[in-house]
């Protein structure tokens, strides 16, 4: 199904210019503790959720990873994507730790790309700094501050600077001249740490604002480790443009855009590249999840928030891939460009024409799964009301297959949770009995495909619940809470560093210090990759 590829033979791969898709398919928990700097996180639990919008175009180079096992989750994920049409496909040899040993850095966390690409940018842009506490003296003192959160509004509400105004990503630009009229205010950008925060600030020095603009170092962590409280529930979103302040960020917008080399193309520039059969044409429309469901281009796919920018693997996962964006007024659509060009993901343009003349379609972005329809001919179902009756007298079993903070969130009392990549083996952990089990999901989707890959190789009948435990929980059935019954360990996501045992302010000064020295543990990795194209 797949050859084998060395790691020196990779490494020329990933540095020949061509499209190719480097993925390591270990759960995310593992992933997390030591991956190759390019490596797309694509767990095997997951990969046919994933894989139709991260590589729509089946003849692309693939390259799967794991930790080197014979017949391990690379080999399973290179047997399931050949069955749905992919036909490059390769496994690195000896997997991630002969990554290791051929002399290449495994950097643990998440997001390092664009972590990396943010202390490459304050190293070259130096960016005005300005920390916690000289920031509350400031304000305290009655100067005239504006504190901008550029996260996306879920992490804001979270935690946030009090007082601080939500302008995430590309839309601070956007808002900048209503939200700072006098170029005498001073602006304070941040984020959790260092990220978004950095970028915020580089994006409005390199649009030329005359405001005194500063990255607030190390951000909401940062602010807390001083003992300061942040602001919870905050919901000051920047109000959309007026007419001037938007003509004036098209200005800045395109000026960038220029200076970034960054072409602008029509929708006949972008048929002509969707057409290409040889190429792989991202197109993506980075206005709001309202905007977007309130009508977008067909096709389009929904990157909000500067999401694009700060977790790029989520959206693509095809290296050297054109990848077109689009909005309404090309601001934010080139500011995202501009970001991601210089991170070298791949040919970057903007369209001019993103919803001109073009009919839209309604809702969220749909959603494609390989092997959906065809594993739903081969399992049983059972509607929620029917496993609510069996439940009752202890007839049937659950088994939940969601994420494990989505299980711990909700899922059906007495339910069990597992990871779907290490089924059937953790089954030996329930009972020997004679009734059905029954596989559930968020939606049920992901239950769906693991019956599938169950029939035959489990002594038990296995149903699927309709609609997953959305669909119980719709119809107000009881939800219990917690990780209790679970059968696999939870490594199917990432801590950050204040859900980590032991003294909260330690551990976030400790991922503080780890991000610090990401440029120079990242440096031979991305010192062929990152670009330089706003600042001398």
């Known amino acids: 199904m797949a050859r084998r590829i060395t790691a020196q033979a990779l490494e020329a791969a990933l540095g020949d210019g061509g499209e190719i898709a480097f993925l390591d398919v270990r759960e995310i928990g593992r992933y997390h503790n030591g991956h190759p700097f390019l490596a797309i996180s694509v767990p095997l639990s997951r990969l046919e959720l994933m894989i139709p919008a991260l590589i729509p175009r089946r003849s692309t180079r693939i390259v799967l990873t794991d930790d080197g096992e014979a017949e391990g989750p690379a080999a399973t994920a290179a047997t399931r994507l050949a069955r749905h049409g992919y036909t490059d496909l390769a496994l690195l040899d000896g997997g991630v730790p002969a990554w290791g040993a051929a002399g290449h850095d495994l950097h643990p966390e998440y997001e390092v790309v664009a972590k990396s690409f943010a202390a490459f940018a304050r190293r070259h842009g130096k960016p005005a700094e300005i920390g916690p506490r000289e920031l509350a003296a400031a304000r305290a003192a009655g100067e005239d501050w504006i504190v901008v959160d550029a996260r996306p509004r879920a992490e804001y509400g979270r935690a946030t600077i009090p007082g601080s105004i939500d302008a995430a990503g590309p839309e601070l630009l956007r808002a900048f001249a209503d939200l700072a009229p006098s170029p005498e205010t001073k602006i304070a950008v941040h984020c959790a740490t260092r990220t978004r925060g950095i970028l915020g600030a580089l994006t409005l020095k390199a649009a030329g604002v005359p405001n005194p603009v500063h990255f607030l170092r190390d951000g909401v962590r940062a602010w807390r480790i001083a003992g300061m409280a942040p602001e919870e529930g905050a919901d000051r979103m920047a109000a959309a443009p007026s007419p001037a302040a938007l003509a004036r960020a098209q200005d800045r917008a395109t000026s960038l855009c220029a200076a970034s080399g ?118 049983e179902t059972i509607a929620p009301e029917a496993l609510e009756s069996l439940l009752a007298t202890g007839a049937a079993e659950v088994l939940d297959l969601a994420r494990s903070d989505r299980f711990a969130g909700g899922h059906i009392p007495g339910a069990h949770w597992a990871i779907r990549a290490y089924l059937p083996g953790d089954l030996t952990g329930l009972s020997a009995g004679s009734e059905p089990l029954v596989l559930t999901s968020e939606d049920g989707a992901l239950a769906t495909l693991a019956a599938a890959d169950l029939n035959g190789r489990v002594d038990r009948r296995l149903l699927v619940l309709e609609g997953g435990t959305a669909a119980w929980a719709a119809r107000g059935l009881t939800l219990a809470r917690g990780m209790e019954n679970a059968l696999s360990p939870v490594e199917d996501r990432w801590f950050l560093s204040d859900e980590r045992p032991g003294d909260v302010n330690t551990n976030m000064q400790a991922y503080i210090d780890w991000e610090t020295g990401l440029y120079d543990a990242t440096r031979r990795d991305h010192e062929t990759r990152f670009r330089n194209l706003l600042w001398a």
């Open 262 to 379: 960054i072409p602008l193309i029509d929708s006949e520039a972008l048929g002509e590249w969707q057409d290409a059969t040889g190429r792989t044409t991202y197109l993506f429309d980075v206005r709001t999840a309202e905007e977007y469901e309130a009508g977008h281009r067909p096709g389009a796919r929904s990157a909000p928030e500067g999401n694009i920018v700060m977790s790029p693997d989520s959206f693509f996962a095809t290296l050297g891939a054109r990848i077109v964006l689009c909005d309404d007024d090309r601001v934010r659509a080139s500011i995202t460009a501009v970001w991601l060009a210089q991170m070298g993901w791949g040919e970057l343009a903007v369209l001019t024409d993103g919803l001109d003349g073009v009919a839209s379609e309604k809702g969220p972005e749909p959603r494609a799964v390989l092997g959906l329809d065809a594993a739903r001919g081969k399992v």
